[in-house]
Protein backbone atom coordinates (compact mmCIF):
# COMPACT_ATOMS: atom_id res chain seq x y z
CA UNK A 1 0.00 0.00 0.00
CA UNK A 2 1.52 3.40 -0.70
CA UNK A 3 1.95 6.44 1.77
CA UNK A 4 -0.64 8.31 -0.19
CA UNK A 5 -3.45 5.13 0.46
CA UNK A 6 -2.01 5.48 4.05
CA UNK A 7 -1.96 9.26 4.78
CA UNK A 8 -6.14 8.78 3.93
CA UNK A 9 -6.58 5.57 5.93
CA UNK A 10 -7.37 3.65 2.67
CA UNK A 11 -6.42 0.42 2.41
CA UNK A 12 -5.90 0.62 -1.36
CA UNK A 13 -8.70 -1.52 -2.49
CA UNK A 14 -10.90 1.41 -2.93
CA UNK A 15 -8.42 4.28 -4.23
CA UNK A 16 -9.10 7.74 -3.76
CA UNK A 17 -13.36 7.69 -4.77
CA UNK A 18 -14.09 5.61 -1.40
CA UNK A 19 -12.64 9.27 0.58
CA UNK A 20 -15.55 11.05 1.45
CA UNK A 21 -14.44 13.94 3.52
CA UNK A 22 -18.01 15.37 4.36
CA UNK A 23 -17.83 12.22 6.47
CA UNK A 24 -14.99 13.40 8.71
CA UNK A 25 -14.72 15.10 12.19
CA UNK A 26 -13.31 18.12 12.43
CA UNK A 27 -10.24 15.77 14.44
CA UNK A 28 -9.78 13.69 11.32
CA UNK A 29 -9.50 16.32 9.17
CA UNK A 30 -6.38 18.11 11.23
CA UNK A 31 -5.06 14.51 11.62
CA UNK A 32 -5.55 13.88 7.83
CA UNK A 33 -4.02 17.54 7.23
CA UNK A 34 -1.27 16.66 9.45
CA UNK A 35 -0.20 13.37 7.92
CA UNK A 36 -0.88 14.34 4.42
CA UNK A 37 1.50 17.05 4.64
CA UNK A 38 4.46 14.97 6.59
CA UNK A 39 4.17 12.56 3.69
CA UNK A 40 4.40 15.57 1.03
CA UNK A 41 5.90 17.97 2.85
CA UNK A 42 9.62 19.64 2.77
CA UNK A 43 10.52 18.24 5.98
CA UNK A 44 13.23 20.14 8.44
CA UNK A 45 15.09 21.98 6.18
CA UNK A 46 17.89 24.16 7.83
CA UNK A 47 17.26 27.64 8.54
CA UNK A 48 19.55 30.32 9.88
CA UNK A 49 17.45 30.62 12.72
CA UNK A 50 14.12 29.20 14.08
CA UNK A 51 12.16 30.34 16.93
CA UNK A 52 8.63 30.08 18.74
CA UNK A 53 6.86 33.39 19.63
CA UNK A 54 3.95 35.14 20.39
CA UNK A 55 2.49 38.42 18.87
CA UNK A 56 0.67 40.05 21.03
CA UNK A 57 -0.64 39.30 24.93
CA UNK A 58 -2.70 37.67 27.36
CA UNK A 59 -5.94 35.93 25.63
CA UNK A 60 -4.87 37.96 22.29
CA UNK A 61 -2.01 36.29 22.18
CA UNK A 62 -0.93 34.84 18.67
CA UNK A 63 1.46 31.50 18.52
CA UNK A 64 4.06 32.20 15.73
CA UNK A 65 7.20 30.78 14.17
CA UNK A 66 10.23 33.13 13.08
CA UNK A 67 12.29 31.58 10.26
CA UNK A 68 15.70 33.29 8.87
CA UNK A 69 16.34 31.91 5.68
CA UNK A 70 20.14 31.28 5.27
CA UNK A 71 21.33 34.64 2.92
CA UNK A 72 18.69 36.88 4.69
CA UNK A 73 20.38 40.15 5.57
CA UNK A 74 19.30 42.36 7.53
CA UNK A 75 17.36 44.87 7.10
CA UNK A 76 15.86 41.36 5.61
CA UNK A 77 12.18 41.01 3.71
CA UNK A 78 9.51 40.11 5.87
CA UNK A 79 7.29 37.48 5.07
CA UNK A 80 4.04 36.77 7.11
CA UNK A 81 2.63 32.95 6.23
CA UNK A 82 -0.53 31.91 6.81
CA UNK A 83 -0.84 28.15 6.36
CA UNK A 84 -3.58 26.69 4.24
CA UNK A 85 -5.94 24.33 5.76
CA UNK A 86 -9.39 26.25 5.10
CA UNK A 87 -9.19 28.32 8.28
CA UNK A 88 -9.99 24.16 10.21
CA UNK A 89 -6.96 22.47 10.09
CA UNK A 90 -2.96 22.90 9.43
CA UNK A 91 -0.99 24.56 12.03
CA UNK A 92 2.75 25.86 12.69
CA UNK A 93 3.86 22.17 12.77
CA UNK A 94 2.39 20.81 9.68
CA UNK A 95 3.62 23.68 7.53
CA UNK A 96 6.68 23.95 9.12
CA UNK A 97 8.96 22.59 6.02
CA UNK A 98 6.82 25.04 3.72
CA UNK A 99 8.08 27.86 5.95
CA UNK A 100 11.35 26.62 6.03
CA UNK A 101 12.06 26.18 2.35
CA UNK A 102 9.81 29.70 1.80
CA UNK A 103 12.56 31.31 4.40
CA UNK A 104 15.69 29.84 2.41
CA UNK A 105 14.30 30.66 -1.03
CA UNK A 106 13.67 34.01 -0.48
CA UNK A 107 16.46 34.89 1.33
CA UNK A 108 14.15 36.77 3.51
CA UNK A 109 12.14 36.47 7.42
CA UNK A 110 9.24 34.15 7.25
CA UNK A 111 6.79 34.56 10.03
CA UNK A 112 4.16 31.71 10.36
CA UNK A 113 1.27 32.89 12.18
CA UNK A 114 -0.60 29.65 13.81
CA UNK A 115 -3.59 31.75 14.08
CA UNK A 116 -7.02 29.85 15.56
CA UNK A 117 -8.95 27.61 14.15
CA UNK A 118 -12.57 26.95 13.48
CA UNK A 119 -15.07 25.51 14.66
CA UNK A 120 -13.63 25.91 17.95
CA UNK A 121 -12.96 29.64 17.51
CA UNK A 122 -15.77 31.11 14.44
CA UNK A 123 -14.89 33.52 11.76
CA UNK A 124 -14.06 36.23 11.64
CA UNK A 125 -11.19 34.87 14.47
CA UNK A 126 -8.66 33.68 12.00
CA UNK A 127 -8.81 36.87 10.44
CA UNK A 128 -8.71 39.12 12.92
CA UNK A 129 -5.39 37.12 14.25
CA UNK A 130 -3.90 37.73 10.55
CA UNK A 131 -4.82 41.41 10.47
CA UNK A 132 -3.27 41.35 14.16
CA UNK A 133 0.03 39.52 13.26
CA UNK A 134 0.36 41.64 10.07
CA UNK A 135 -0.14 44.85 11.98
CA UNK A 136 2.30 44.31 14.58
CA UNK A 137 4.74 42.37 12.38
CA UNK A 138 4.67 45.24 10.27
CA UNK A 139 5.05 48.64 12.74
CA UNK A 140 7.67 46.47 14.88
CA UNK A 141 9.53 44.89 11.69
CA UNK A 142 12.83 46.44 13.39
CA UNK A 143 12.37 43.60 16.28
CA UNK A 144 12.68 41.37 14.08
CA UNK A 145 15.66 42.84 12.14
CA UNK A 146 13.08 43.57 9.00
CA UNK A 147 12.49 46.38 6.81
CA UNK A 148 8.88 47.48 7.45
CA UNK A 149 9.37 48.67 3.86
CA UNK A 150 9.38 45.00 2.73
CA UNK A 151 6.70 43.47 4.56
Do not use: K, Q
Given at each position: MGRLHRAFGDDGTGGTASFDPARLSVAAIRALEEAVTRVFGFGAVPVAECRDLQIGSGPDAVPCRLYRGFGATAPAPLVI??????????????????????????????????????????????????????????HHADHFACDPKGV
Open positions: YFHGGGFISGSLDSHDGVARALANAARATVLSVGYRLAPEHPYPAALEDGLAVTLRAW
